[in-house]
């Protein structure tokens, strides 16, 4: 397994919750929870504020005509940035029980967006939740149900295959997309739960397991995925190998990205889970490392 910890540096610090980041025409986009911000990068790291979002950013994404898709969490709700300002492309409400999360968006619009699944502060016991499917005209459903925490979400190039991390789960999961947008054909792509079964956050915490936060594409194939359980970032192949790691000392990875300019991983870290209260103690950073070799 190769490691390469002596190329990482770090783009930017002092955030708050650092998510969902996303390369988009030579700029890295991401959003930052408790700062209520999308931001964007260029390749010199210098920052500007997209928007702001009252309701929580997390997940971004672009319509095919190119506008900015944000996810609002709190309020649970798809916005779109126009010439105006955001404005509201569905309620996402009906359908999730608690924050909704991060999000990918297939070639024709159409959004598929994760959510939290219950309220860890009043309810300690895991429960398994939907994920969303919102249509271009801003119609609605279920595109697939029982996922734990279903989080980071990519889509192939050739938009056949949906994958989604299914983070207290400890396992990749994947669909054939559709033309009609239709998940089907579900399997595990990768599983790191050395067939364990977790009624709490704190058993899959504490069981040493990868726990999969946010994922991206990597150019063959692969896939990077950001552990929540504090080992770094993975480079994991189809059927749960490990063929790179890259670590980080005193902070957890909670989402990547792959930008192309040049090739370039960039992950988005925080103190470890449980530990600090991010709302109060902006401590998140952005990392970037070089992707030259794979």
């Excluded at 969303?132 to 029982?146: K, L, Y």
């Excluded at 990519?154 to 989604?164: A, E, G, S």
């Excluded at 050395?194 to 999969?212: I, K, M, N, W, Y």
Aim: proline fraction near 6%; hydrophobic fraction near 40%; charge should be negative.
């Amino acid at each position: 397994m190769n490691s390469r910890p002596e190329t990482l540096h770090v783009v930017s610090e002092g955030h708050g919750f650092l998510e969902a980041p996303r390369w988009h025409q030579g700029r890295l986009y991401v959003s930052d929870f408790f700062a209520h911000q999308v931001l964007s990068f260029d390749g010199g790291g210098v920052r500007r504020v997209v928007c702001e979002v009252p309701g929580q950013p997390s997940g971004l994404g672009w319509t095919p005509d190119g506008d900015l898709l944000v996810v609002s969490m709190l309020d649970r709700k798809l916005l779109r940035l126009s010439a105006e300002g955001l404005v509201e492309v569905a309620d996402l409400s009906p359908h999730m029980p608690w924050h909704a999360n991060d999000m990918a968006v297939d070639e024709v619009g159409r959004c598929f967006v994760g959510n939290f699944g219950w309220d860890e502060s009043t309810i300690p016991t895991i429960s398994p939740t939907v994920l969303v499917r919102v249509d271009p005209d801003g119609t609605t459903e279920v595109a697939a149900e029982d996922l734990v925490f279903p989080n980071g979400i990519v889509i192939t190039p050739d938009q056949r295959t949906l994958l989604v991390a299914e983070t207290f789960a400890a396992r990749i999961t994947a669909f054939d997309l559709g033309s009609d947008g239709a998940l089907t054909a579900r399997r595990t792509w990768a599983d790191f739960s050395r067939g364990e079964h977790f009624d709490t956050v704190g058993q899959a915490l504490d069981s040493g397991v990868c726990l999969p936060d946010g994922i991206a594409l990597n150019r063959d194939g692969t896939l990077w995925v950001a552990d929540a359980a504090r080992q770094g970032a993975l480079r994991v192949a189809e059927g749960g190998e490990v063929i790179e790691r890259i670590s980080l000392d005193d902070q957890t990875a909670f989402s990547v990205a792959v930008g192309d300019n040049p090739d370039t991983l960039f992950l988005c870290a925080g103190l470890p889970y449980g530990q600090g209260d991010p709302r109060s103690v902006w401590q998140s950073r952005l990392y970037a490392v070089p992707l030259a070799d794979n």
